[in-house]
């Protein structure tokens, strides 16, 4: 099997970290990864502001680059959403390129997704010492509908201890460009989301969406808080316990 | 007079809707059944709800104590006028009003309470008069009886159809209502009262009843702080009293298939 | 009480100022979880699964019923003359409001009692009324709260709903004499008495509709209080104000609106009370008004009508449930909003009756987490209307179109970076120059460059990666051996 990797500009430019964990823990299932060089962004920020006009060029460039592509697995929820959703939407009107979004939005998934559902695997030999809680992005859990996968995975690592957030499906309050439109506002939904981390007592608060990691991170690192912010991929990518520190964040997400 | 014509407000939606002409009747299919698939459906809901009678005065008891009503079941319609007038006693009632329902000949609460030196009024208006004096009335008292038209115990519900005999206001201003519903009156669904009402209004060749009041226990507000307050502007206290079937057959309700 | 006033331009400084007065964050804390609690409790107690199917039908009515508007509310208005009632038509809420005038004055009306009519607040109808020197009481134990404070409502649902109670305790004994109230119970009681005696002095009856069935020509209020009941039973008149979009086709309909509403709006299997109106009082009924109107309203509903990617909007039938849920609702409360529908219905509907360009800050507050079409019983997609708006605000024709040349550079600038990898790694390049002055330890704390500047005022920014995974790839991941790795 052939998994071709889109990246996602954030891991890409802020935390490739995560992209490498993913390679690691395809790779470790046996699976061939590729990553086509040509790949840039998928163009949510600029349709979710109002510029469809910018993003249909990038649509047009994820569909020419990937078309080819036995699957395309995404390490971001919120971008596996506008590939799998909004694309192919936004080329409704369109004939022909409506049907190739389509079918290409049917070959492609977030990564906790496809390792549940498409790879059937629960157990990645991950092992990774740590009291853990998760947060469910938003888009993840309500454009995806994905309400078990990456829990499943979390379970199946060896030495975590988990603890659920009270009330897990609030918003974080990232919201791509609305965390500066309203810096405020946005701040204030995350400090709900903090106090909800820092109940559970957990070191680590994974998602599996590196936007609403930057955020988290952002926000517990101003406020002093020693939590860390690791993608599901670092997680799983772990296969030893690390000397002294759980994880191995060298920059980015991990620094939390 | 202010305002748009029928005709000039019609076309402005039907050029929103992006038609010149009106829309032909549109094929729906609760709107297409016509009189006698309804009776069908009317005699379909009658055999079910017939055949589930316990049950469904099990679940209305249920459901109703849960919407806040004081649910009694008594034994006898004796025992009901009793319970009637235990509540006057306990509330130190010295007027009662209530409704020209057919379950009053059955349960005799003027001549119990006003032994009791308690004052019952029909609340029957033979002059047009007599409309004010009889709201004052319904101000004034502490316990407004009534019966019921339909029952449902999906949601603890009792139906009044207000007509001649039937105020609006006896289950409304004062503040307690009793109501005295009699077991052929109680329908399983919301579904099935809207299709019995419908029935209704298809036999009544359009005439749908200038008022339907559904209640479900006493009346309540959570405005202030969320927090719920049993009593606004309707009865504090809500009683359902559930009689036992009357001995001869039942008497025909409202909206009952015609043959 | 002033007229309506449209406030949605204020939104940004609006919120602002919500989110740091303590009262407002206070009351928003205490009382946001109750509505969400009830309604997933009720949902549980239906079944998801059945739940589900109520909204699929729900919509469907609904759909039906906007696709054929002109049909039913054709059939609904002969319906409602044959059955001995007025119906009236408003192209404007000004329209509506001299229709209301109108009869009041025809019939020497000195005081009208009203239920809850969130279009009577779009006609700024308590107002015009006052002026006309007649006097508007509100009954619902909410909007008459907020009536005595002069405020609009904060809350669709529950207009008082960020008063204490002992702001309500004051406002009492300032406004009405009764001092001394402390407890919520005797608050409700002082407002059935001081309102008991308005019912039975009214002439006129004024609420809004819930539901309009077409067929048998009934409007349906629904309410907890008793206050629609006795504003229709009580004055010699009775107004319906609807907006068009309230008709449903047949009565069996109800019982599928009377499933979703209630539960999604308090967490109730049904309402205390639920009335069907069909007309005035007929002969031989004991009580009951002597006339009946209704008014018909479109007030830029036809414009959602119209509008392929916003008629669904008009499926809402006001259970404030995507207030409830809303993280931004929970956080800045109704009155930021700056006019009648807060919320993320309400960032929809506004901008649409108010205009576009006077209201272009609402579209973009939202996160767009989708908790608001998650919970709308009629599963009604306002992410997706959002995000079209917000298209309308950039690419619109030009009475659409938002001034916001910072956010028009910003996302060329963007554009122009990320066209191609190459011009992206160009940018990395420039971008690592241009954070090093504000780097420590790999993160960026402040730095004075909108927008990340707005990020930096409360939250930590990463800066770039010492490697992208471009480079990360190219150096050590593409060579690695394939499916080798231990």
Redesign the interface.
Same mark, same amino acid.
């Given at each position: 099997m052939k998994v071709s990797l889109f990246?996602t500009?954030l891991?890409?430019?802020?935390?490739?970290?995560v992209?490498?964990s993913v390679?690691?823990l395809l790779?470790?299932v046996?699976?061939?990864?590729e990553?086509p060089?040509?790949?840039?962004?998928c163009?949510q920020?600029?349709?979710?502001?109002?510029?469809?006009?910018?993003a249909k060029?990038?649509a047009r460039r994820w569909l020419d680059l990937f078309e080819e592509s036995q699957y395309v697995v995404v390490p971001s929820g919120s971008c596996a959403a506008m590939l799998k959703v909004s694309v192919p939407e936004m080329f409704r009107q369109e004939a022909g390129l409506y049907e190739r979004a389509q079918a290409l939005a049917g070959r492609t998934y977030e990564l906790s997704q496809f390792l549940v559902n498409v790879l059937r695997v629960q157990d990645l030999g991950a092992r990774f010492p740590g009291k853990v809680t998760y947060h469910p992005s938003?888009?993840l859990l309500?454009?995806l509908g994905a309400a078990t996968e990456a829990q499943t995975l979390i379970r199946g690592v060896r030495g975590i201890q988990f603890v659920p957030l009270d009330n897990p499906?609030?918003?974080c309050?990232?919201?791509?460009?609305?965390?500066?439109?309203?810096?405020?506002?946005?701040?204030?939904?995350?400090e709900e989301k903090l106090r909800a981390i820092e109940a559970t007592g957990a070191d680590v608060v994974v998602a599996c969406d590196s936007g609403c990691l930057?955020?988290i991170?952002?926000?517990m690192?101003?406020r002093g808080m020693k939590v860390e912010a690791m993608h599901l991929a670092q997680i799983l990518a772990q296969?030893a316990p690390a000397e002294g520190a759980p994880a191995e964040p060298?920059?980015?997400?991990g620094?939390g | 007079?202010?305002?748009?014509?029928?005709e000039?407000?019609?076309k402005?939606?039907?050029?929103?809707?992006?038609?010149k002409e009106?829309?032909?009747?549109?094929e729906?299919l609760?709107?297409r059944l016509r009189r006698e698939d309804q009776r069908q459906k009317v005699v379909t809901i009658e055999a079910r709800v017939e055949a589930r009678r316990r049950d469904l005065l099990t679940r209305l008891e249920r459901?109703a104590g849960?919407?806040?009503w004081r649910v009694y079941r008594a034994a006898s319609p004796e025992a009901a006028a009793g319970y009637v007038l235990k509540l006057a006693r306990e509330k130190a009632a010295d007027l009662v009003v209530r409704s020209e329902h057919d379950v009053f000949r059955r349960v005799p609460i003027d001549g119990l309470l006003r032994q009791e030196g308690i004052a019952v009024t029909p609340?029957?208006?033979a002059r047009a008069g007599d409309?004010e004096h009889?709201?004052q009335e319904m101000?004034k008292a502490q316990i407004g009886v009534t019966g019921v038209d339909y029952a449902v115990a999906?949601?603890?519900?009792c139906v009044l159809l207000?007509?001649?005999?039937?105020?609006?206001?006896v289950s409304?201003l004062p503040p307690v209502h009793v109501a005295l519903v009699e077991p052929h009156q109680v329908y399983e669904?919301?579904?099935d009262?809207?299709?019995v009402?419908?029935l209704a209004?298809i036999q009544g060749r359009?005439?749908?009843?200038?008022?339907?009041?559904?209640?479900?226990?006493?009346?309540?507000?959570?405005?202030?702080?969320?927090?719920l307050?049993i009593?606004?502007?309707?009865?504090v206290e809500a009683h359902l009293v559930l009689l036992p079937p009357a001995p001869e057959a039942a008497s025909p309700r409202p909206g009952t298939p015609s043959p | 009480m002033a007229p309506v006033q449209v406030r949605t331009q204020e939104f940004?400084r609006a919120?602002?100022r919500a989110?740091a007065n303590g009262r407002v964050q206070q009351a928003l804390t205490?009382?946001m979880g109750?509505?969400d609690h009830a309604r997933e409790a009720a949902i549980q107690e239906l079944t998801p699964e059945v739940w589900e199917r109520y909204r699929e039908r729900g919509r469907e009515i609904k759909r039906?019923a906007m696709?054929?508007?002109?049909?039913y509310?054709?059939l609904l208005?002969e319906?409602v003359e044959?059955?001995?009632g007025k119906?009236?038509?408003?192209?404007t809420a000004q329209?509506?409001t001299?229709?209301v005038?109108?009869i009041a004055k025809a019939l020497g009306v000195k005081v009208a009692v009203k239920g809850k009519s969130m279009l009577s607040e779009e006609m700024g109808l308590n107002h015009a009324l006052e002026e006309q020197g007649i006097a508007p009481v509100e009954?619902?134990?909410?909007e008459y709260?907020i009536q005595l404070a002069q405020e609009p409502p904060f809350h669709i649902l529950?207009?008082?709903?960020h008063?204490?109670?002992e702001e309500?305790g004051e406002l009492f004994a300032a406004k009405l004499g009764l001092g001394g109230l402390q407890q919520?119970?005797d608050?409700?009681?002082a407002?059935?008495k001081t309102?008991?005696e308005r019912?039975?002095q009214a002439d006129m009856g004024i609420t809004g509709v819930n539901f309009a069935v077409a067929?048998? $020509?009934?409007v349906v209020i629904v309410t907890?209080?008793?206050?629609g009941?006795?504003c229709?039973?009580?004055p010699r008149v009775h107004v319906a104000l609807m907006g068009?979009e309230k008709v449903v086709?047949?009565?069996?309909?109800?019982?599928v609106m009377?499933?979703l509403l209630p539960r999604a709006a308090?967490g109730q299997?049904?309402?205390?009370?639920?009335?069907?109106?069909?007309?005035?009082?007929?002969p $031989?009924?004991?009580?009951?008004p002597e006339e009946f109107h209704l008014?018909?309203v479109?007030a830029g509903r036809?414009?959602l009508?119209?509008d392929p990617e916003l008629r669904e909007a008009l499926y809402c039938i006001r259970c404030g449930a995507c207030l409830n849920t809303c993280?931004?609702y929970r956080?800045?409360g109704g009155h930021a909003y700056g006019w009648v529908y807060p919320g993320p219905i309400g960032s929809v509907i506004t901008p649409v009756m108010v205009g576009l360009p006077r209201a272009r800050d609402l579209p973009?507050?939202?996160?767009?987490? $989708?908790?608001c079409?998650?919970v709308c019983p009629l599963k009604i997609n306002i992410p997706l209307m959002l995000?079209s708006?917000?298209?309308?605000?950039?690419?619109g024709a030009p009475g659409e179109r938002g001034v916001s040349w910072g956010?028009r550079l910003l996302?060329?600038l963007?554009?122009r970076v990320?066209?191609?990898?190459g011009s992206?790694r160009r940018a990395?390049r420039l971008a690592a120059v241009f954070q090093r002055p504000f780097l420590r330890r790999?993160?960026v704390?402040w730095i004075p460059f909108?927008?990340?500047s707005?990020?930096t005022?409360?939250?930590?920014?990463?800066?770039?990666?010492?490697?992208?995974?471009?480079?990360?790839?190219?150096r050590?991941?593409?060579t690695?051996g394939?499916?080798?790795?231990?």
């Open positions: 990246v500009c891991v890409d430019q802020l935390f490739p970290e992209g490498e390679v690691k790779r470790r046996g699976i061939e990864v990553f060089r040509e790949q840039t962004c163009g920020p600029a349709l979710n502001s109002g510029f469809m006009a910018h060029p990038l938003c888009h309500r454009e499906d609030r918003c309050g990232f919201g791509g460009t609305f965390s500066v439109k309203y810096p405020s506002l946005s701040g204030a939904i995350l930057m955020h991170a952002g926000g690192r101003r296969t060298k920059d980015g997400a620094a | 007079m202010a305002g748009t014509t029928r000039e407000f019609l402005t939606v039907r050029q929103s809707l992006g038609r009106g829309a032909p009747e549109p729906y609760a709107l459901v849960q919407s806040g609340i029957l208006a409309r009889l709201r101000d999906e949601t603890g519900t207000p007509r001649r005999g039937v105020s609006r206001a409304l669904t919301l579904d009262l809207f299709a009402r419908r209004f359009g005439d749908a009843g200038s008022y339907l009041s559904l209640t479900s226990g006493p009346s309540r507000t959570a405005d202030i702080e969320q927090t307050v009593g606004v502007h309707g009865p | 940004p919120s602002s989110l205490n009382v109750h509505f039906h696709e054929y508007l002109d049909f509310l054709e208005s319906r044959a059955n001995g119906v009236h038509f408003a192209r329209e509506a001299q229709i005038l109108e009954t619902d134990l909410g709260i529950a207009p008082a709903m008063k204490t109670k309500v919520i119970p608050m409700a009681a407002a059935r309102l008991r019912f039975l067929e048998t $020509g009934t907890n209080e008793g206050n009941r006795m229709t039973s009580l068009m086709p047949a009565l069996e309909d109800l019982s009377l499933r308090t299997r049904i309402t205390s009370y639920v009335t069907l109106v069909s007309g005035p009082r007929q $031989g009924d004991e009580d009951g008014v018909i479109d036809t414009r009508l119209a993280p931004v956080k800045v973009f507050a939202s996160s767009l987490c $989708g908790a079409r998650e995000v708006l917000r298209r309308r605000l950039m690419e956010q996302v060329r963007w554009s990320v066209a191609s990898e992206l990395r790999r993160v704390r909108p927008p990340f707005r990020w005022r409360n939250r930590d920014m990463p800066g770039l990666a010492r490697r992208s995974f471009h480079e990360l790839w190219d050590d991941l593409k690695t394939r499916s080798k790795r231990p």
